[in-house]
């Protein structure tokens, strides 16, 4: 059975009871205060009779005439001595038999109101219900007064059809409106249970519109929005972290075949007939020194990249730009005495960061244009601000990138001339790796050609940002 069946269920069932409660009592109630009206009147007419009944002789029929007029539409039953009881109607002649006959003895034992009970007696139109009370009773008579039930149980009868037709057509309407409150309330658990089965298909991306914090089923909805949105993070997570993985495992394999395969080559030399010979045992020791050191360099790129992807937990704190920039130009300089290498910045531009990271970009870009310029080409490096941004920008008046190039400088193993060889081009790991230390800080990396010549580099990085390791 379904909940809204269940909940249904349950309205109806307790408006049933309800209704139930409020007929009865409803009935109840009534029949009591048509009772109690017709004993009081009962009692009233009992206590006149009595006053005109003789004591000391049985009673006759014409001790009777003093009441008809008082009391019309009454009967009162007469018993004398043992007799069947006589009952005559007061303002008209008819007769009626009791069966049984009531006595004092019946009178005493019925539980009803005191010294009233309903009773039936035999009439000449049938049987008709009456409420009797006993006024005297003794050894030689028993007198009885009777009021007919009829119009009372008419309209008790009315009352409980009355009640069964209202009760039908409540009962009706809790059913009606019972399942509409029921599917209104219900919907977000229809969507919610749409959502998941979508969601089972492979539709992480479903949503459940339109939930409102106005009661438990709208919670649970947007919980359930909350929970799917997380959930789709980390499948997300989960698939690029595979993506980096394959993609790092397919591209350490591709550089490091030729390193490899030139190892594999100097060693076989080195069996041929290499070792005993010194130039070549000299040649082959330099060959294999040589690769081994360009696969270390790879290597150590590629595990950076790894651990900048995944965004390890680091300790930020703050630091200078402009320190570490020209700490970079100073290294810069003694590797190539001949470059000119200039610089232009605000002093103590201050940052959250890793310092170690940002001077390894500074050095990347340095190192970028050293391998794709020409040895006397100048270099220019700027640290600034901009709208709440640290920029560093590194430019040179090379030849510049062309544009397929330009698209492509970020992505890894990118190499500015497919001509030049391993060995004098590097990996093309550089400028990925600025990216990655970019992206890390909450920053971008760009890359523009310069309007005059050459290509400028530009790395932007929050000032106020507070850095944290990424979830």
């Known amino acids: 059975m379904s909940l809204r069946v269940r909940l249904l269920a349950l309205a109806t ?3 049933i009871i309800a209704l139930g409660v409020v007929d009865v009592a409803t009935y109840v109630a009534l029949r009591s205060s048509l009772y109690t009206q ?7 007419s009992a206590a006149a009779l009595g006053e005109n009944l003789p004591s000391a002789r049985p009673v006759e029929e014409h001790d009777l005439t003093t009441v008809v007029a008082t009391t019309p539409g009454l009967y009162v039953g007469i018993a004398n001595a043992g007799d069947s009881v006589s ?21 005493a034992h019925l539980p009803a109101t005191p010294n009233a009970y309903p009773v039936t007696l035999s009439a000449q139109s049938g049987e008709v219900r009456y409420r009797v009370v006993m006024e005297s009773a003794s050894a030689t008579r028993s007198v009885f007064l009777a009021e007919p039930l009829t119009g ?3 309209t008790l009868d009315r009352l409980l059809t009355i009640e069964i037709i209202v009760s039908l057509a409540a009962v009706a309407a809790v059913l009606g409106i019972g399942a509409w409150l029921i599917s209104l309330t219900l919907r977000p658990l229809t969507q919610i249970e749409q959502a998941a089965t979508e969601i089972a298909a492979g539709d992480l991306s479903r ?12 919670r649970l909805a947007i919980a359930f929005n909350v929970m799917i949105e997380r959930i789709e993070y980390l499948f997300a997570e989960q698939s690029s972290s595979a993506s980096v993985l394959r993609q790092f495992v397919a591209d350490a394999s591709h550089e490091l075949r030729t390193p490899l395969t030139a190892v594999r080559a100097y060693a076989e030399l080195f069996e041929r007939g290499a070792k005993d010979h010194p130039d070549d045992l000299a040649r082959a020791m330099r060959g294999i020194q040589r690769e081994s050191g360009r696969m270390s360099v790879l290597v150590d790129d590629l595990l950076l990249l790894a651990r900048l992807d995944q965004h ?15 700490n970079a130009i100073d290294s810069a300089r003694i590797i190539e005495p001949h470059r000119t290498v200039t610089f232009t910045g605000e002093n103590a531009v201050i940052v959250q960061g890793n310092p170690e990271a940002l001077r390894r970009a500074i050095d990347n870009l340095l190192t970028n244009v050293r391998m794709h310029t020409p040895a006397r080409t100048a270099a220019h490096v700027s640290i600034t601000r901009d709208a709440g941004d640290a920029l560093i920008s590194v430019s040179d008046n090379g030849p510049g990138m062309s544009e397929e190039l330009r698209v ?5 193993f990118t190499r500015g001339d497919t001509s030049r060889s391993r060995e004098a081009g590097g990996a093309g790991l550089g400028l990925a790796i600025v990216a990655a230390i970019a992206d890390a800080h909450h920053g971008s990396a760009a890359v523009t050609n310069s309007n005059r010549k050459g290509t400028v580099i530009t790395i932007r990085i929050p000032i106020t940002q507070r850095m944290h390791s990424r979830t």
């Open 38 to 44: 017709i004993d009081r009147s009962l009692h009233a």
């Open 207 to 218: 949503r459940v519109d339109g939930a409102r914090e106005r009661d438990e089923v709208g």
């Open 152 to 154: 009372v149980d008419q």
């Open 87 to 107: 009952w005559q109607q007061l303002g008209g002649r008819t007769t009626l038999v009791a069966t049984p006959p009531p006595s004092a003895t019946t009178v």
């Open 408 to 412: 492509h400088a970020f992505a890894r």
């Open 312 to 326: 390890p937990e680091t300790v930020w704190q703050e630091i200078d730009l402009t320190e570490i920039a020209r």
């Open 13 to 15: 069932g307790l408006a």
